[in-house]
């Protein structure tokens, strides 16, 4: 049980979400006074797990409103860090970051200069990173989730049937009790991507800086783009890679996992069948795909050790369909499963991530629960479970499952619309085959962004476009962008030939 729940947890950084609705932005307030005075110091021994932290990375503890309507009430912590630029003449201000999930962004700083975020960023910016509110080292939230509860973290698991559904609601329903009658409960109401949008408005202020750029992935491409359309005069270059729909993460985005799925599995069955030799699962793209079926039917019959049935193993695929490093990861569990083996732990695996997995779940389901409005009944997962699961045969009857967020209370906040009022300062980069954000969400949050916005799409699988998908030619608009401001004149694709797969 722990194996698993640490393999996919510390896989799966999934998007997040919020659903438009009918109501605009309020108007952008009048600058307040910095919060408090930024105080940096070394940042925790914990920051950056697996990376190496940066010479004179720093980190500081920021105190922010919780509620926002009553900004002189109680008041929570937000931690954040810095990599100051070391070019005074070049440096232009801040690039905030987000890494997604929503998960804990403190080290993100040094991961992005692990990846070899080009020297003339790091000249031209302090790049700052942050936990948002309600996760790892700013104020967190708990819902004292069993490991029962957190085995597959905060995606569904394949339901089989309109039982498997009903099942998991009583399940899902517990955890929303568990949430509400938790120490932190009185938290909740205010853990929102809005929220958090202000709070990096409150880092800005309290940094000295009149605008902020950004550098947003995944769930981060839908705070930044509410960051700047709440506040689009104090936005100053906005990067959004790997992009949700403009509602964020909400059920109709998690039905979109079982596309994103479709979209990339075929890399994936293409990398199988060519390393036939080494792993036997398939010598043709087709012969893995029934492999697919197969293991995950025997899977259901008959669990591997470290619970690993037929749900676990679509999930584990699901979370290692990221990036083409991972396909080898991948390969191995398939092979160690095809023989009736628990997958031996990816390189650089250790407890901790599962240890923390309580708060980080929990943070998540705040997050995506009060930003958007799910389906209520039962019978409307059913119906879609049951739909998806003919539709979508790899994923589909988990893209589709319950989520506690059936159960939570009414938001206390209307989402946030994305629109095109504001500057054109937006840039997005986008993989064609993208399981976890798929395309189709990404060309909605274009639609939304109007003008203000130019897309560059990769032809390319996996999660990631900047840095990490290594494709030049959606690499280097991304730097121009954010170190001279010039974006390009037109929507474009680039093509496989500079990118792995």
């Not at 940094?207 to 930044?224: C, D, F, I």
């Amino acid at each position: 049980m722990r194996k698993s729940l640490s393999l996919v947890v510390a896989a799966a950084t999934v998007a997040t979400a919020l659903i438009p609705s009918t109501s605009q932005a309020q108007p952008e307030a009048a600058d307040p006074e910095p919060a408090s005075d930024v105080k940096w110091g070394a940042c925790p021994a914990d920051v950056s797990p697996g990376v190496p932290v940066p010479p004179g990375m720093q980190c500081a503890t920021l105190k922010v409103p919780l509620d926002y309507a009553d900004p002189s009430g109680r008041k929570i912590d937000i931690a954040i860090s810095r990599v100051a630029s070391k070019n005074p003449a070049q440096r232009r201000g801040v690039l905030l970051t987000n890494p997604g999930g929503p998960s804990a962004g403190l080290g993100y700083p040094a991961l992005l200069v692990a990846a070899k975020l080009p020297q003339s960023v790091l000249d031209s910016y302090d790049v700052i990173g942050f936990d948002p509110r309600g996760i790892g080292h700013s104020t967190p939230v708990t819902c004292g989730l069993t490991a029962e509860q957190q085995l597959y973290g905060n995606i569904p698991p394949y339901a089989k049937s309109a039982d498997a559904v009903a099942d998991r609601a009583v399940d899902v329903q517990r955890i929303a009790k568990q949430c509400w009658s938790s120490k932190s409960a009185a938290l909740l109401p205010h853990i929102s991507t809005a929220n958090t949008a202000r709070d990096m408005d409150q880092i800005r202020s309290a940094l000295g800086e009149a605008k902020t750029s950004y550098l947003g992935a995944s769930w981060g491409t839908h705070l930044g783009a509410v960051y700047t359309t709440l506040f689009p005069n104090r936005s100053d270059r906005i990067v959004l890679d790997s992009n949700l729909g403009p509602a964020g993460w909400d059920y109709s985005s998690e039905r979109l996992w079982s596309q994103g799925v479709e979209d990339r599995f075929p890399d994936f069955a293409a990398y199988l069948a060519a390393n036939f030799r080494e792993y036997g699962l398939g010598r043709t793209p087709a012969q893995v795909t029934a492999k697919y079926h197969e293991l995950a039917a025997r899977l259901d019959t008959k669990p591997v050790e470290g619970g690993y049935d037929g749900a676990m193993f679509r999930l584990l695929t699901f979370a290692y369909l990221y990036g083409a490093t991972q396909m080898p990861v991948l390969a191995q569990a398939w092979k160690a499963l095809d023989a009736n083996q628990p997958p031996p732990p990816p390189p650089g695996s250790s407890t901790s991530v599962a240890e923390g997995a309580d708060q980080v779940i929990s943070g998540r389901y705040a997050m995506i629960c009060n930003d958007s409005r799910w389906p209520t009944s039962v019978k409307t997962y059913q119906r879609a479970v049951a739909v998806d699961r003919v539709r979508y045969p790899l994923f589909g009857a988990a893209g589709a499952n319950i989520q506690p967020c059936a159960y939570w209370p009414d938001a206390t906040e209307a989402p946030v619309r994305i629109n095109d009022h504001g500057p054109a300062n937006v840039l997005m980069v986008q993989n064609l085959r993208d399981p976890a954000t798929p395309l189709a969400g990404a060309r909605k949050m274009r639609q939304a962004f109007g003008q203000r916005v130019m897309m560059i799409t990769a032809d390319a699988g996996g999660h990631g476009v900047y840095l990490f998908g290594r494709n030049q030619c959606a690499n280097y608009p991304v730097t121009t962008f954010l170190t001279t401001g010039v974006r390009p004149a037109h929507d474009y694709g680039c093509s496989a030939a500079a990118a792995p797969r």
